[in-house]
T-cell receptor
């Protein structure tokens, strides 16, 4: 089935640095979603991408929908301690009655103050 | 607007016992999902409802897991009997429509089977 591969698996950076992570698939996706999960909480939607080539920002976060429709990138500028968490990409796998969201394995971000 | 509500937040049971989780989705959301998230992994879909009907349960271990969504609103997920490998966070999510991709998650129930 469709799998989403995220890299890196983890990152340990200094506060103020920019961060880049990506998500790839062997299959084409028509939508890409990026979620953040804080410890002990459910994932929270950060950015949704619906068109190949689309570049969307949400504050210090910027995500891009790859032209091939097989990848997506998430960038965080000027990281701060509250950016700590696990970032997941997700995309829909269409089943017989609609869609189901498939998640990548996540990128764990740690920020050193 | 209230988010997705789940209870309990935490549960510890012995193997072979039964357990049930409850979810109340965002008002008006037709689609409800149950995900299992094992430590260090991304969420894995167990079952998807559209109103009160099941649209996908291909990854639900049906010999021990069951779920229902009566009246198309609240949902319960049950495990009977539990195994050690069922220890995970069980996440409920909802979205506005069947093809509405943007799912909103509850805080999850952390299950520990000892």
């Amino acid at each position: 089935g469709q799998q989403l591969n995220q890299s890196p698996q983890s990152m340990f950076i200094q506060e103020g640095e920019d961060v880049s992570m990506n998500c790839t698939s062997s299959s084409i996706f028509n939508t890409w979603l990026w979620y953040k999960q804080d410890p002990g909480e459910g994932p929270v939607l950060l950015i949704a991408l619906y068109k190949a080539g689309e570049l969307t920002s949400n504050g210090r976060l910027t995500a891009q929908f790859g032209i091939t429709r097989k990848d997506s990138f998430l960038n965080i500028s000027a990281s701060i301690p509250s950016d700590v968490g696990i970032y997941f990409c997700a995309g829909p796998r269409f089943n017989n009655a609609g869609n189901m969201l498939t998640f990548g394995g996540g990128t764990r971000l740690m920020v050193k103050p | 607007e209230a988010g997705v509500a789940q209870s309990p937040r935490y549960k510890i049971i012995e193997k072979r016992q039964s357990v049930a989780f409850w979810c109340n989705p965002i008002s008006g959301h037709a689609t409800l999902y149950w995900y299992q998230q094992i430590l260090g992994q991304g969420p894995k879909l167990l079952i998807q409802f559209q109103n009160n009907g099941v649209v996908d349960d291909s990854q639900l271990p049906k010999d021990r897991f069951s779920a229902e969504r009566l009246k198309g609103v609240d949902s319960t997920l049950k495990i009977q009997p539990a195994k050690l490998e069922d220890s995970a966070v069980y996440l409920c999510a909802s979205s506005l429509a069947v093809r509405g991709i943007e799912a909103f998650f509850g805080q999850g129930t952390r299950l520990t089977v000892v």
